[in-house]
């Protein structure tokens, strides 16, 4: 496997003043920008936009010029007025079981990392990041040792779904037979933090006349940001995913900071509230399984307490490692022994099978060490440029 690196630096002459990128858009929005740049009149905004979306989000095309039953007049007047450009992909890499990778850079200095899972959920899952780092700091997460810089767009976070889909050759949307059916906001930062543009990034994935991932095949996880949760049920009607961990504050304060703030009692309140819950629409709690710290018996069965009559499933995730990391990953036997407990009382607990481990792109692995490798690049290169 090769991995190649854009070290390239930035010019020096100012740039140019970027044309509006109409991916990100929703339907009204996009309608609005064509009426707000003199486009077209307000009674064929609606139009236009259903016309423009199924280019852009079905046949997923990148130029005005391939948009056949678009004028050939409207066409360049679109072209010199927005544009459809993807982010620069910085990093490709591509793992021994098929896992996909990519390193995106959507402005200067703003880097995010989303992996494509095959053989997950119908056939593949994206998992998507909201935040270019997080500020979280669970300490069993490599991607929380990075800085938050900001929160993705809307259009960022669909540009991620559309650079997966341009790599796997998955234009125009597929009603059967896709490599790509499920989305989860599982990647970089917390997407609660960021519930407006993730909200507006499901409309637009879920629409059925563009790239039509159903939300039912859409997956929000949130370390628990408790006053958001209602909304993020209404808004989106997405399946939501909880990044639990432990089933005591004391424990889950040093795992998940942030139950300091939402302790468990709270959480769980919230959780049983959720709009749409039922055993049509479960809950998924992810369970990262790490060596003497919440895998034992006790623990398992203090699980079972916790999530007694709520529709759920339990996602038991062995410890990916990385470099400085205080955590190791339970035995094998230790997490099958913690599983049997959560099968026995009745709760679906898949063990979930390490995927992309060997490209950094696993659970928690994701975005640090690419920004750790690619400046030792750097420097080895500055130091090279001096000896010169």
Request: with cysteine.
């Amino acid at each position: 496997m090769g991995v190649t690196l854009d070290l390239s630096r930035a010019p020096t002459v100012p740039a140019a003043p970027s044309k509006p990128n109409l991916i990100g858009l929703t339907r009204a929005e996009l309608a609005q920008a064509l009426i707000d740049a003199g486009v077209v009149r307000p009674e064929k905004a609606r139009m236009r936009a259903t016309q423009l979306w199924r280019w852009i989000h079905h046949y997923g095309v990148t130029d005005f010029s391939a948009m056949s039953d678009v004028a050939k007049e409207m066409r360049a007047t679109l072209a010199e007025t927005f544009t459809l450009a993807r982010p620069e992909i910085v990093e490709r890499q591509v793992s021994r079981d098929g896992t996909r990778k990519w390193l995106i850079r959507t402005a200067p200095g703003i880097e995010v990392e989303c992996v494509y899972i095959p053989d997950v959920g119908r056939a593949g899952a994206l998992c998507v990041s909201s935040q270019v780092g997080c500020t979280l700091n669970c300490t069993f997460c490599h991607t929380g040792t990075q800085a938050l810089v900001r929160n993705l767009t809307a259009a960022e976070i669909v540009a991620q779904v559309q650079v997966a889909r341009d790599d796997l050759e998955e234009w125009p949307s597929p009603k059967e037979d896709r490599k790509l059916t499920n989305i989860v906001f599982m990647g970089m930062g917390e997407p609660l933090y960021n519930l407006d543009n993730v909200a507006a990034a499901i409309d637009i994935i879920a629409d059925n006349e563009g790239i039509a991932i159903s939300r039912r095949r859409i997956t929000v996880s949130t370390s628990g940001v408790v006053p958001e949760l209602t909304a993020l049920g209404e808004r989106t009607q997405a399946m939501l995913a909880i990044s639990l961990h432990a089933t005591n504050d004391p424990l889950r304060e040093t795992l998940v900071p942030l139950n300091r703030k939402y302790p468990i009692a709270e959480l769980m309140a919230a959780i049983r509230a959720y709009p749409g819950l039922s055993n049509a629409k479960r809950v998924t709690f992810e369970y990262v399984m790490l060596k003497g710290v919440n895998d034992s018996p006790a623990d398992a069965r203090a699980l079972v307490q916790l999530l007694k009559g709520i529709p759920s499933k339990i996602n038991l995730i062995p410890f990916n490692p990385w470099p400085g990391s205080i955590h190791e990953c339970s035995d094998w036997g230790t997490i099958e022994a913690f599983a049997a407990i959560l099968n026995r009382a009745g709760f679906a607990s898949p063990i979930r099978t390490p995927r992309g481990r060997d490209i950094l792109a696993a659970c928690g692995q994701l975005k640090s060490e690419s920004e750790k490798l690619r400046a030792s690049v750097r420097r080895k290169a500055t130091a090279s440029e001096s000896a010169s």
